[in-house]
């Protein structure tokens, strides 16, 4: 976590004048994998080091009154 909070919030300095600064618990509730919530993966340079993040969440939306289709 301490390397990807790092990470994130270097970037977020440096891209945006408003941003939030993350602590490492903020990482690691946000950001860190659950399943079928939260997928998560970093990449690490040869040396071993955090170069890249990528976290996203799965949202699934559910159709109502369809009789076929349940959700999206």
Do not use: C, Q
């Amino acid at each position: 976590m301490p390397e990807v909070a790092k990470l994130l919030n270097a970037h977020l300095k440096e891209n945006y004048d408003a941003h939030i600064v993350f602590s490492e618990a903020d990482v690691a509730h946000w950001l860190l994998a659950r399943e079928h919530v939260i997928y998560a993966w970093v990449v690490e340079d040869s040396k071993g080091k955090i170069t890249d993040l990528l976290s996203y969440y799965e949202l699934n939306s559910h159709i109502l009154n369809h009789p076929v289709h349940k959700n999206i």
